[in-house]
């Protein structure tokens, strides 16, 4: 157990829909990273929040956006779902912003559109 | 943007034979290269990583060296065990952002 929760565990939905992906990283670590994870595409890094404010971005989609909250857990919003946004979510953390921090993994989101 | 190529993508080996991954990337900004292990059903974890500055780096049955020059970095697992049966991961690290290499399914056959 990495200590990172993610809810839901998994998530049906249909395409157009708006969801909502909730994160809460380790005890004491500012910084949080969200994955997505599919079959065509790989892993691939979306975005990083550090103590409640966007330090990096990836190839995030326009569609999706994401917030850190005062008390450090972190919300991914994926709204106008398409069939190719199924994938599993990752969220991860570490304790600073820095490159050559650790990070831990949660055990994913798996979100499938219909 | 980084471009992170992993080979081979499959790997099954004898237990207690040794293993190697290896990994190119294309930004020579990239300074930190982790190796991820990701078990069935479970988010990847971090086995070992290296720094820019550094060329290889051990623990325990674990390896890893980089070649800043050619741009590739590689995992050797020596004594491989059943357990060590997952996929792995590459990633390298340029302005805080990861890139990840496709994956090797590593199979270790008792």
């Known amino acids: 157990d990495s200590g990172v929760t993610q809810t839901p565990k998994h998530l049906i939905t249909a395409t157009g829909q708006r969801v909502t992906l909730r994160c809460s990283p380790r005890?004491?670590?500012?910084?949080v990273y969200w994955y997505q994870q599919s079959l065509d595409q790989g892993l691939q890094f979306l975005i990083q929040?550090?103590?409640?404010?966007?330090?990096a971005k990836g190839n995030i989609l326009e569609r999706f956006s994401a917030q850190q909250f005062p008390d450090l857990h972190s919300e991914l919003n994926l709204s106008s779902l398409e069939l190719g946004d199924s994938a599993l979510y990752f969220c991860?953390?570490?304790?600073?912003?820095?490159?050559?921090?650790?990070?831990?993994f949660g055990p994913g989101t798996r979100l499938t559109v219909l | 943007g980084e471009n992170v190529e992993q080979h081979p993508s499959t790997l099954s080996v004898q237990e207690g034979d040794s293993a190697v991954i290896k990994c190119t990337y294309s930004?020579?900004?990239?300074?930190?290269f982790p190796w991820y292990k990701q078990e069935l059903g479970k988010g990847p974890q971090l086995i070992i990583d290296?720094?820019?500055?550094?060329g290889e780096k051990k623990d325990q049955r674990i390896a890893v060296t980089l070649n800043k020059t050619a741009k590739h970095f590689s995992l050797h697992i020596t004594e491989t065990q059943p357990e060590d049966s997952a996929v792995y991961f590459c990633?390298?690290?340029?302005?805080?952002?990861?890139?990840f290499g496709d994956g090797t399914t590593l199979t270790v056959k008792p």
């Open positions: 991860a953390s570490s304790a600073s912003s820095g490159p050559y921090n650790e990070q831990f």
């Open positions: 005890s004491g670590d500012l910084s």
């Open positions: 929040y550090y103590n409640g404010e966007e330090r």
């Open positions: 930004d020579s900004a990239s300074n930190y």
């Open positions: 290296i720094r820019s500055n550094v």
């Open positions: 990633a390298a690290i340029s302005a805080g952002k990861s890139t």
